[in-house]
């Protein structure tokens, strides 16, 4: 059954379905089963595409393994140009994808459209990457010699993503792995096939205006048994993947089994420290995008607050006031800054982590209620919640996904740090502080634990220039700028001897 036209969801059917043709994406027809494409926006299935199994994904990684044989050898910043014009491709379609985004993920417009721009903007560190991955030479202990190194192509990179950033993690990904002469095959999240299948019909248009073969690229719709296939895949050089902390304690051990690489990104328990000098101003507003914006269903979300003892009162009381007046509803509408959460589950996950919290002696001073929108009773929205916790309990350890923020207090800088780090999860942090001392330490190797330590900014909203991704049950994986791109090429080290002579390495003698 599909939604009857004059309802939501007739509306939003219309509404993908004419972005999906203005893109040129063609959504395969599905036979029976296959999965249902369900909006947050309604919690009502839209339309069905087909679901890959175990055959399809095979058939898949073969392909882009075949295509790696030709791809490899074409010059980087061919490559380049292909990337570049992926990138022009979604600044067209900027808007039409951020629409699929919206639907399918339910971001607010500005963020969807944000996303894409992430998009474009990977592209753009890409292409200047084509001309750029080299290796270095090293002086040789050897007359006549000379030692260097070389980064050539992986392989196939294997792309598992999340709902959450249905298009932007597998750009960074991507964009990175074709400049490295790698393919991909991409398996995104179950509830985003259509944004997927519109950013790889852009990709495969980019990829055949420049005469290359579309199995450079692919994307597998399906569920797990299509993950779990790429997975075991010997074929798949590199397994990049976004979930959950049980998602990557489940993929890294096969990679590893068979000698494959893997690059994680998994759960995120973001804290941020506000210290007494701290602009409060300032912090309030930082606080509130990075713990409410996306219906705190990002990795980097801000889930613990750690303040001192001298400002929390204060600051909880102008949080509270801006989080009562957060405009809470539907996504596209203008002014609305909080989405619904991606559905019914994720929103008894956060009911009942309240629950806990209050069992823990923890006080909601705002939020964290059901809430009704107009017209869309089966959607799971939300009002974002602010919670003072007595200590750091369970339920403060865990990352439950959706807008919750727990207090802390501390009263000196190494108990916040140790509060700050006693969690399993280490992607990203925050110090709200004008004391350069207070700063400097946070950043230091004594300070915050995580792969991303921000000065007075949230949590949330990293740029593409820097690696992206954190330490302990987060991962350890990088992703985007840097040199995130070594991972996705193998390293070869080269010693030619242009003498006439054979000396050997560390003096040896033979014969
Ligand atoms: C994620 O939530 O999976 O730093 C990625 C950010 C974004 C990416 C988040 N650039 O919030």
Known sequence: ???????????????????????????????????????PLTGEALLTVPEAGRAEVDAAISAAAEAFRTWRS???????????????????????????????????TSEALGEVQE?????DYAVGLSRSLGGRTMPSERPGHRLMEQWHP??????????????????????????????????????????ALASNALLR?????????????????????????????????????????????????VVAGRGGRYLLELGGNNAAVVAPSADLDLAVRGIVFAAAGTAGQRCTSLRRLIVHSSVVDDLVGRLRSVYAGLPV????????LVGPLTDAGARARMLAALEEARAD????????????????????????????????TDVVRRETFAPILYVLTYDTLEEAIELHNDVPQGLSSAIFTLDVREAETFLSEVGSDCGIVNVNIGTSGAEIGGA????????GGRESGSDSWKQYMRRVTNTVNYSTELPLAQGVNFG
């Open 1 to 39: 059954t599909t939604p009857a036209a004059g309802t939501l969801g007739g509306e939003l059917r219309d509404a993908a379905l004419a972005a999906l043709s203005r893109i040129g994406a063609e959504v395969p027809a599905a036979g029976d089963g296959g999965l249902p494409v369900v909006s």
């Open 468 to 475: 992206f991704g954190g330490e302990k049950s987060t991962g």
């Open 74 to 108: 074409v010059p980087g910043p061919v490559r380049g140009g292909v990337v570049r014009r992926l990138g022009e491709l979604l600044t067209e379609h900027k808007a039409d994808l951020a629409e699929l985004v919206t639907i399918e993920a339910g971001k607010i």
């Open 361 to 392: 002696g923890g006080t909601v001073v705002v939020g964290g209620e059901a809430v009704d929108v107009d017209g869309a009773p089966g959607a799971a929205y939300v009002s974002p919640a602010l919670v003072r916790m007595p200590a750091q």
């Open 119 to 123: 998009m474009i903007d990977v592209c």
């Open 205 to 253: 248009r980019a990829l055949v205006e420049a005469g290359f073969p579309e199995a450079v690229s692919t994307v597998v719709l399906g569920a797990r048994e299509a993950g779990e296939a790429l997975v075991a895949d010997r074929q798949v050089a590199l397994l990049s993947a976004t979930g959950s902390e049980r998602m990557g304690q489940q993929v890294a051990p």
């Open 154 to 195: 992986l392989g196939v990179v294997g792309v598992v993503s999340a709902f959450n950033f249905p298009v932007a993690v597998w750009s960074w990904n991507t964009a990175v792995a074709l400049v490295c002469g790698d393919t991909v095959v991409w398996k995104p999240s179950e509830k985003t096939p259509l944004s």
């Open 329 to 336: 509803g539907d996504p596209r509408a203008d002014g609305t």
